[in-house]
């Protein structure tokens, strides 16, 4: 869950993608992910984020 977590913060922080694709492209890099984990460490990112 951490590696997810961080690899969607890397994302989101480099600004190449954004949020309304996050969890697709989550689901494509860890695709032995469930998709209600990935969508669980979505919810856990923070607002500054998501707000780009």
């Keep these: ?3 997810i977590l961080a690899y969607m913060r ?3 922080s480099s ?3 954004k ?3 996050l969890v ?3 689901q494509q890099a860890f695709p032995e992910a ?3 984990l990935i ?3 979505f919810n ?3 607002s500054p984020l998501l707000k780009r």
Excluded: I, Y
């Design 44 to 46: 856990q990112l923070d």
């Design 19 to 21: 949020p309304a694709v």
């Design 34 to 36: 469930s998709h209600e």
């Design 1 to 3: 869950m951490e590696q």
């Design 10 to 12: 890397r994302q989101l």
């Design 24 to 26: 697709v492209q989550t």
């Design 15 to 17: 600004g190449r993608v």
């Design 39 to 41: 969508v669980a460490c």
